[in-house]
């Protein structure tokens, strides 16, 4: 079946074979365009061109009659500063989500010219343009790229409005790539169709070693074909297959990871989040982990996951040695759920680094559980908490944790202060404290902002 290039009739989209010669360039505006006068402002009506990259860059806008993005040419300014130091393995940060100065954000017919300037460029070994409009458009030259360029072993192409056809595109050229580690496609609608590429392509490529392709609404089919050709893929380490789009309640996609996971002995990393799991669906990921000896990372974030479904989390903990960092945020474990860990974590298991059990409706009682585990298991180190029910004694169980060094403000997603004698817990996100938490009479824990006037006392020998 011959497949049309977006926007070019008459040609085919993938020939498969050496690059010929193109009849005539795409139909791209007639003339470069100004850049937005914020971007201008930034970059420079007339910027310097100081290296072969962004020159390039610029004269090939000139001769293509294509719109020059000012963004695209300051940062492959940025990159030829790092060639001429002699850097080489470098990554092209080209993301359209910045924001620490204006973006023009990269369209299709912008990532034609880039792909034309990397396609031989051996300094450049990752590519990220995600939060960007490529479209179709370009994740056909995105394809060409991959079977062109020899260096590429990152690329990031999340969030780009790349539908099922660009998807297939992308896949195919896989089949073929031998260099290419880790390929980002979070976010773009490729939906099932796209998806079975992606699966197919997994039966031929053996040298890609990270697949995400997390809120990508794959369907239930596509699923169960990665859950077959991982059976047998023994060079993936990791995929994120969150947020497909699953009809039913029979947790057939847990059927089929489970069993994957007692065939395939390399994976070391799965994120399986909202994958509608309950108690059921654990319980077939938990039996896979009796088996398995390799998967170090699991992420069933955002299920239906309650107290019941921790009883054979738990009992697995006590005899699994490889899972070091265990995901459960946003499911509903509650109390008794944080207990049934606790008294794993602090008898038996030795080798779960990391343990996320924010907004699981958990109060003191069980926050006060996991703290204890801490200071009796030597491994755990990173606990994240957020979202639940703190009270007094949860804020001074984890306040004495810092003190003892057991938890380091790095690795929490709280903070023990001291307000007016009482001890109590900050938030921390992306290095923000967004909520306090106290209790200065008896009875509940009290919430207020940062800037309520309060005098801040880190906790560290002043309790």
Partial sequence: MTTRRPREPGRRMWDGGSEAAPAGPPPLPPAPAPAPAATRAVLGEAPEIIGHLQEN?????????????????????????EIEKGLEGLTLNIAGNSCLMPVERVTGEDFWILSRILKKNLYINGLDVRYNLISDVGAY????????????????????????????????????NTTLKYLRMTGNKIENKGGMFFAAMLQINSSLEKLDLGDCDLGMQSVIAFATVLTQNQTIKGINLNRPILYGEQEESTVHLGHMLKENHCLVELHMCKHNIKNCGIKQLCDALYLNGSLRYLDVSCNKITRDGMVYLADVLKTNTTLEVLDLSFNRIENAGAKYLSETLASHNRSLKALSVVSNNIEG????????????NPTLSNVYIWGNKFDEAT?????????????????????????DGHVYLAEVSNGLKKHYYWRPTYGAACRHSANAGFTLVPVGGHL
């Fill in 141 to 176: 030259y995105a394809a060409r790229l991959l079977q062109k360029q020899h260096k590429l072993i990152y690329l990031n192409l999340m969030f780009n409005d790349i539908g099922p056809e660009g998807g297939e595109l992308i896949a195919k050229a896989l089949h073929k």
């Fill in 57 to 81: 860059y610029y004269n090939l806008c000139v001769e293509k009659s294509q719109k020059i993005n000012y963004f695209i040419l300051h940062k492959l300014q940025e990159v030829d500063k």
């Fill in 365 to 376: 009682e069980g926050l006060v559980a996991l703290s204890q585990s801490m200071k009796i």
């Fill in 395 to 419: 804020c001074v169980a984890y306040s004495e944790l810092m003190q003892m060094g057991r938890l380091k403000p790095d690795n929490t997603d709280v903070e023990a202060f001291v307000v």
